[in-house]
């Protein structure tokens, strides 16, 4: 007996912040946050 | 505390549905092979992602029993923090009775995340200290006949994708499936032997490791490798991100992950991702920062590969999905 649920494909947040021209703040940052953490 | 470094909600895009409590509260969560915890954001929650996400209510259920640990979960891009609870979860027809999950009360970095919360199916052993991962939890309620769940996610829909759980639906693949031992029972981690395009080794040329990871869209690696992939592309760097000529998905060569033996193809078509009049390579670096000779495949190869992960036999099965 296999139990099957639907998925869904939603719009990434990678999508959409690059639809508002807003991707290249948001990946420096988590640059800057993820460097931060590696010298923790 | 329990840290899952390599998840990156920036990219995850399957989601499915479960409910909670008694009577039912529904969430729309990422089934996420690449971390071991549930959890759902708390009605008490009081960060700006908890209002524009489904909030779990306690009181509102009566078979709710609080746990009370604390849990914190660090993500590659963001944190939860909250306590454990135990309630009656439902995953289509699956019933887990008294599953503890976590109920978050601080989030950051999830505002605009498409998915409310997060459903683990790594091993116990990453799971936070007092949490039964619910894939466990169903095993020992006796729920599966065979320990295993598998991902068809459609190449062409929205809609279409599945995960199943307790077997395998053999009309989702095509030929065999090549099993491929895991390196660790941790994490769905496997060992790959190189990374080759036009018949060139391009990258993990003495063996690495790859994660197979659900609930990531794209393919990760350490910076320098992949840089050196999207400029045999001729990708140019556009904004933290590596861009090719549209009409260049014609002629570029597929990049062939070798798995135990086994060619994997991935095809431009799969590899580029095209955004308006851009289109953009899903190689993606940084993956150093954390593990230095892993590899993360999320969704873009998991779209173009049927995967079965085994718990009792510790393997991952892969076949062309249909």
Request: glycine share 8%; proline share 6%.
């Amino acid at each position: 007996c296999v139990v099957i649920l639907p998925l869904k494909k939603m719009k990434t947040l990678r999508e959409t912040l690059r639809e508002k021209n807003l991707l290249n703040n948001f990946l420096e940052e988590q640059a800057y946050r993820l460097s931060k953490n590696d010298s923790k | 505390i329990t840290i899952h470094p390599l998840r990156n909600y920036l990219d995850t895009a399957y989601v499915g549905n479960i409910t909670i409590g008694t009577p039912p509260q529904e969430f729309r969560v990422v089934f996420d092979t690449g971390s071991a915890n549930l959890w759902v954001p708390c009605i008490t929650c009081t960060s700006p992602a908890c209002y524009t996400h489904n909030t779990f209510n306690p009181q509102n259920s009566s078979s709710f029993r609080e746990v009370g640990s604390p849990i914190t979960i660090f993500y590659g891009s963001g944190i939860i923090q909250g306590f454990l609870g135990s309630d009656t979860i439902r995953i289509g027809n699956l019933v887990s009775l008294k599953q503890s999950f976590g109920l978050s009360q601080e989030e950051y970095g999830f505002d605009g995340a498409p998915f409310d919360g997060v459903l683990g199916l790594a091993f116990p052993s990453i799971s936070t200290k007092g949490a039964i991962p619910i894939f466990d939890n169903l095993w020992s309620q006796g729920a599966f006949s065979e320990p295993v769940f598998a991902f068809y996610l459609s190449k062409y829909k929205p809609e279409g994708s599945v995960v199943m759980f307790g077997g395998v639906d053999h009309r989702y693949y095509k030929g065999e499936l090549n099993w491929i031992p895991v390196s660790q029972p941790h994490h769905w981690l496997i060992s790959m032997n190189h990374i080759s395009m036009n018949g060139n080794i391009v990258a993990c040329s003495h063996g690495c490791q790859a994660f197979v990871d659900t609930g990531t869209s794209l393919i990760y690696g350490p910076t320098d490798l992949v840089t050196n992939i999207n400029k045999l592309m001729n990708a140019r760097l556009e904004n933290s991100e590596y861009a090719v000529l549209c009409d260049a998905v014609k002629t570029l060569p597929p990049v062939i992950f070798n798995i135990n033996g086994i060619d994997y193809p991935l095809p431009p078509q799969a590899y580029i991702t095209k955004d308006k009049n851009s289109c953009m390579s899903i190689f993606q670096g940084g993956l150093e920062n954390l593990s230095p000779d892993n590899w993360l495949l999320g969704d873009v190869f998991l779209r173009q590969y049927f995967s079965v992960f085994d718990r009792k036999n510790e393997r991952i099965g892969l076949a062309p999905a249909v």
